[in-house]
């Protein structure tokens, strides 16, 4: 850990917190409401805001855990900073993959 | 048949890096310290016990071994305060290598107190004037809090993340460095600040504080490391480093 993958995890940290509670109180919201898949597709299909809400999180988490695991593989893999650098880097396109795929899936009309 | 009141059963670590715990019994004395059942054991059991101390009175920061499985100050670790049940373990200080039974090598910590540009930089020359300081100034507070450090290992041997990463500073080089960054006479901050902001500078820290714990100083290196995190992050992000 350098300052600068300091500064990106504490700023995509910071990116997160009201991304979280927001999430949270979506899902709360959800099924409280009883919304049925299709109700939420309605809602969601081709929305600029939620496509930017859900895509601003998948970025923001790939990059700190991305961080977050180089962080745990160096100092408990017998990897050196490259190695550790570089496996943690194929879990963050992983990741932001993954994030992408749903978030389009949910989004485009 | 001894007396189990009168005794105390002490595992002392023998060998080098590789060895193993042997058990001496001592004489149980009143007011006795850690480091007199060491000496103890030198002196009339086995005179090929190598140990370090130099003051024995908290001033040096020689004598710091793991008793009972923490880092301490023998000289001032009173045996009736550890021994649990009359028994003793004493090993070398964790996370240094070790040369002989309780010494370690302590040259890896003093190199990273160097690698932290832990030596003061004058920004005068001795025909200036020296710089007035306020005592009660913010920036000489902070230092005067984090002064006291002499140099036990105390805290890096108690760190879990000097532990997992062999480039971590370590609390004490930083908490030095913490003081040299607060102090106005100092004319190395900014190449101080990079050093500390490297890889293995204060940015490893976990703040799980076993230093400030441990540290038989009182001070608080945790609290000195977060004080270099955020100079560094403002430094960084203003492009100063």
């Known amino acids: ?109 | 048949m001894s007396d189990s009141r009168s005794e105390l059963m002490v595992s002392l670590w023998r060998g080098a890096q590789q060895g193993r715990y042997e058990t001496y019994k001592v004489p149980l004395r009143e007011n006795q310290t850690v480091l007199d059942v060491v000496t103890f054991v030198q002196r009339h059991l086995d005179p090929t016990l190598s140990y370090r101390f130099a003051c024995r009175v908290g001033m040096c920061g020689s004598c710091a071994m793991t008793v009972n499985g923490r880092p301490r100050w023998t000289c001032r670790t009173h045996v009736s305060r550890v021994a649990a049940r009359g028994q003793l373990k004493i090993g070398p200080l964790e996370n240094l290598p070790v040369i002989k039974d309780l010494a370690t090598d302590m040259r890896p910590f003093f190199e990273k107190w160097q690698q932290a540009k832990g030596a003061f930089a004058p920004s005068r020359t001795r025909s200036e004037d020296m710089e007035p300081i306020r005592p009660d100034s913010p920036a000489r507070m902070a230092a005067d809090a984090a002064i006291e450090c002499i140099n036990c290992a105390i805290c890096y041997a108690a760190c879990d993340t000097v532990r997992w990463n062999s480039d971590y500073l370590g609390p004490a080089a930083l908490n030095r460095a913490w003081t040299l960054v607060n102090d106005v006479r100092d004319g190395a901050t900014g190449e101080r600040l990079q050093a500390v902001a490297a890889t293995g500078g204060c940015h490893a820290c976990h703040s799980h504080q076993s230093c400030q714990e441990l540290c038989p100083q009182q001070l608080n290196p945790t609290a000195s490391i977060a004080g270099l995190k955020r100079r560094t992050t403002w430094a960084y992000l203003k492009g100063e480093i």
Request: charged share 10%; glycine share 8%.
């Open chain 1, 1 to 109: 850990m350098n300052v600068r993958l300091y500064v990106w995890q504490r700023l995509t940290a910071a990116i997160m917190v009201p991304l979280v509670l927001a999430h949270i109180v979506v899902i709360f919201y959800a099924t409280r409401k009883g919304l049925s898949a299709a109700d939420i597709l309605a809602r969601t299909r081709g929305s600029f805001a939620w496509a930017s809400f859900y895509g601003a999180f998948v970025v923001a988490a790939a990059i700190h855990a991305t961080i977050g695991v180089r962080n745990v593989l160096t100092e408990w893999s017998p990897l050196e900073d490259r190695g550790a650098g570089m496996l943690a880097g194929v879990f963050g396109v992983l990741l932001f993959l993954l994030g992408a795929r749903a978030v389009v899936a949910v989004v485009l009309p």
